[in-house]
Structures are given as C-alpha cells and as structure tokens.
C-alpha cells in the first residue's frame, strides 16, 4: 500500500494524501482506527442494550462473510500489518478491547475473557478463509459455551 495507490483508488491526486496524512503509517492508523471505530459503537450497543450480547456478537461476526465481508477484510489485512508496525498496533486492539469488554459483562475470569477473544478472532479469520456463508446460531453457541461454559 502506498499513497499513490490510496489516492488512485480514492480517486484523488497524491499530494492530496501526502497533505492529510504526512507518513503511510498516518495513513493507516487513521484507516484501521475507522473500522475500529465503527466496531466500537456496534459492541457498545451490544454492552449497553442488548439483552443478548452472545446473539449481537455472533451477526456481527458471521456479518463477515456476507455484507460487511470487504470491511472486514481490510480490518484483518490493517490488524495483521500492525504486527509489523507498532504505530498501528493501539488501533488494532481496539477490537479486541471492546470484545474483552463485552465479556467481562458476563464473566469476570480473566483467563475465559482471554480465551472468548481469542475465539472471535478465530472465528472471524475462518470466515474469511472458508469463503462461505456464516451460521449467526452455530457461532453463538460456541461463543456461549467459551465464555460461560454452555450454551445459552
């Protein structure tokens, strides 16, 4: 990814990208904090309102296979490229952050919280892998079962 590459797909001249966003890493932290962002407020609704946050979760998840399967496609490339990049890294945990947060609701064991996070990262990396439609249901259970060791 370069600013000439960003600003072709933008359709905007590069000294357009370099004026806003003075290093690629500018670039991309403004980029991944975006899609975290937009995350962000779908899990705090999740926390704050829904009755079942597991069910929330679990079509925001599958949600990656179909209509948000773009979005969450950079979202991985961006999350992965922060491990070479620690500028990028704060942006990238957002995700992580927010699902932690949303499981501590329901279970204050650090080391459950720890693995639900791993598993809805997991997940949504063999979504993206398998090239298929999701199961929201299917995915919820194996969120509850982690978490709270059952299905709900």
């Known amino acids: 990814m370069t600013h000439r590459s960003v ?3 933008a359709g ?7 004026y806003y966003f ?16 937009t995350y962000t407020r779908r899990i705090r609704r999740l ?8 069910d929330g979760l679990a079509r925001l998840i599958a949600e990656s296979a179909g209509p ?17 990049r620690p500028a990028l890294r ?3 945990r957002g995700w ?3 699902v932690a947060e949303l499981a501590r609701t329901l279970n204050d064991d650090p080391d459950a919280v720890q693995a639900f996070v791993a598993l809805c990262d997991g997940l949504c990396t063999a979504i993206l892998l398998d090239d298929r439609q999701a ?3 299917h995915i919820r259970v194996l969120l509850s079962k982690a978490l709270l060791g059952t299905a709900q």
């Open 68 to 84: 948000e399967r773009e979005r969450a496609l950079a979202e991985r490339e961006l999350s992965t490229l922060a491990a070479r």
């Open 7 to 9: 600003a072709k797909e």
């Open 135 to 137: 199961d929201p249901d």
């Open 12 to 18: 905007i001249t590069t000294s357009l990208t370099l």
């Open 90 to 92: 704060p942006a990238a």
């Open 22 to 37: 003075a290093t690629l890493d500018d670039l991309l932290v403004a980029a991944l904090t975006s899609i975290t962002d």
């Open 96 to 98: 992580r952050k927010n």
């Open 47 to 54: 926390i704050d309102t829904e009755d079942d946050p597991f």
